[in-house]
């Protein structure tokens, strides 16, 4: 059963422009700072070398790991578990191949996405608000709307989609388990205070 404080604040990483051991090292930080779950999430690489930032990950933090849209790799890697998307292998099906200990995580943006998560551990819920950290997010649903899919999914739901500093009080008060973010952290210079100011902005 996840433990709903691995939710708080999940860092998910960007791109490999410092290097494997740069972006081990930033997610390292934000650890320190206070994120407690790290998403590995690279588009443009192979399978090949996800699984090696993976395994490196899985090694250098301190927090879970898991690996995005591929539970293929996080199975290879050893990442505590993935997170899909609505376009990916359904949570009902993942469920049937990974141990009970493997956390699944599920994307949701509308009602239609609702079924397509069922079984998963928590959902994360946006974009919440406009974000240029991922390309094809679609249109900001807003914090009303988060809330309302929150209900409809029935899981604990995290805030992803240009949450910041400023925005993510209203986002817990909404009714969510916690907040994902790319740029706030992993495009900040210094990962660890800005995974730190999070955290006290969420209160949690």
């Known amino acids: 059963m996840l433990d709903l404080a691995a939710i708080r604040?999940?860092?998910?990483?960007?791109?490999?422009?410092?290097?494997?051991?740069?972006?081990?090292?930033?997610?390292?930080?934000?650890?320190?700072?206070g994120a407690t779950m790290v998403q590995l999430r690279l588009k443009d690489v192979d399978a090949r070398t996800l699984a090696e930032v993976g395994r490196?990950?899985?090694v250098g933090v301190p927090?879970?790991?898991?690996?995005?849209?591929?539970v293929d790799v996080a199975l290879a890697c050893g990442a505590a578990g993935a997170h899909v998307g609505a376009s990916d292998l359904?949570?009902?099906a993942a469920r049937r191949i990974v141990p009970d200990t493997f956390?699944?995580?599920?994307?949701?943006s509308s009602d239609a996405d609702v079924e397509n998560a069922r079984g998963a551990d928590y959902v994360g819920i946006g974009p919440v608000f406009p974000t240029?950290?991922?390309?094809d997010a679609g249109d900001a649903i807003g914090v009303e709307e988060f809330a309302r899919l929150t209900r409809a999914a029935g899981r604990p739901s995290v805030a992803i989609g240009g949450v910041t500093v400023e925005s993510a009080p209203a986002i817990i008060?909404?009714?969510?388990?916690?907040?994902?973010?790319?740029?706030?952290?992993f495009g900040s210079p210094d990962p660890a205070e800005a995974a730190r100011a999070l955290r006290s902005a969420t209160g949690i």
């Not at 999940?10 to 410092?18: G, H, M, N, S, V």
């Not at 956390?103 to 949701?108: E, M, R, T």
């Not at 008060?173 to 952290?185: N, R, T």
Request: proline share 3%.
């Open 63 to 70: 927090v879970p790991v898991l690996v995005n849209d591929r």
């Open 103 to 108: 956390v699944l995580g599920a994307s949701i």
């Open 173 to 185: 008060a909404a009714g969510a388990a916690g907040i994902a973010v790319i740029k706030a952290i």
């Open 56 to 58: 490196a990950l899985v």
């Open 132 to 135: 240029t950290s991922k390309r």
């Open 9 to 33: 604040l999940i860092a998910i990483t960007d791109d490999l422009r410092d290097g494997l051991a740069g972006l081990v090292a930033r997610a390292a930080a934000a650890a320190r700072g």
């Open 90 to 92: 359904p949570v009902a």
